[in-house]
């Protein structure tokens, strides 16, 4: 059972060079999130999905775009790299029970370690 | 900002001591959830609370949850060196169907 499975884990890009995060998940679930997490500032959501065709900014959505491909996928697109954005990205899914309006706990793939320079 | 701001910020202990961590948040929740972090790795789900529950236990974990005062703490008992990690707080805001964290308390378990 994958989970949540980030590609790639490690990417050093130069200034202004574009790349795009994926990940997938295999547990049906319909929240999906992209994090990024730099040291003792925690983990700050860019942009989550709420369900396959919608897609909400989070805290700090600048300098990103996502796509809900459909859904088991959930890409983050970096469309001129900087390198303020050098961080470690995480994707998370989560689910709503059937009847419920709440999400239960969040799955976690292993990151993205991405260096910007 | 972020909702979740836990306290303290590092922790360091001796093996078998108890470990408490506080979090805060600002507004009303459906759910605050705890993960630990080991280093360099994904996050893993510890807990869940809803904000109609006031307690709960998982093993060795123990996580209140206060609605008027808006927070939460997470009691580890008789700590292991394996519990060395960082541990995240995270809240589901009413009518916001997306996960929040602090940043995090960083627990050292010495042995």
């Known amino acids: 059972n994958a989970g949540v499975t980030q590609t790639p884990k490690f990417q050093v890009l130069k200034t202004g060079q574009s790349m795009t995060l994926q990940c997938a998940q295999d547990?049906?679930?319909?929240?999906m999130y992209w994090y990024r997490q730099d040291p003792g500032m925690g983990l700050r959501l860019i942009y989550y999905?709420?369900?396959?065709?919608?897609?909400d900014k989070g805290e700090v959505p600048n300098g990103y775009n996502v796509s809900r491909l459909n859904k088991r996928e959930f890409s983050l697109r970096l469309e001129s790299a900087a390198p303020s954005q050098t961080s470690v990205y995480f994707c998370?899914?989560?689910?709503?029970?059937?009847?419920?309006?709440?999400?239960?706990?969040?799955?976690f793939g292993q990151g993205t370690r991405l260096t910007v320079v | 900002s972020q909702q979740g701001e836990e306290d303290p910020q590092a922790l360091s202990i001796q093996e078998g001591e108890n470990a408490t961590m506080n979090c805060s948040y600002k507004?009303?929740?459906?759910?605050l959830q705890w993960y630990r972090q080991n280093s360099g790795r994904g996050l893993v789900h510890l807990i869940l609370?809803?904000?109609?529950?006031r307690e709960k236990h998982s093993g060795r974990l123990r996580v209140t949850l206060d609605t008027s005062k808006k927070s939460s703490s997470l009691l580890i008992t008789a700590s292991r060196a394996a519990d060395t990690a960082s541990y995240f707080c995270?809240?589901?805001?009413?009518?916001?169907?997306?996960?929040?964290f602090g940043q995090g308390t960083r627990l050292t378990i010495n042995p």
């Open positions: 995270a809240t589901e805001a009413q009518g916001a169907q997306k996960l929040v």
């Open positions: 999905s709420a369900s396959e065709g919608t897609t």
């Open positions: 547990m049906n679930h319909n929240s």
């Open positions: 998370a899914s989560s689910e709503v029970p059937p009847g419920g309006t709440v999400n239960t706990e969040a799955f």
């Open positions: 507004t009303s929740i459906n759910n």
């Open positions: 609370i809803r904000s109609n529950e």
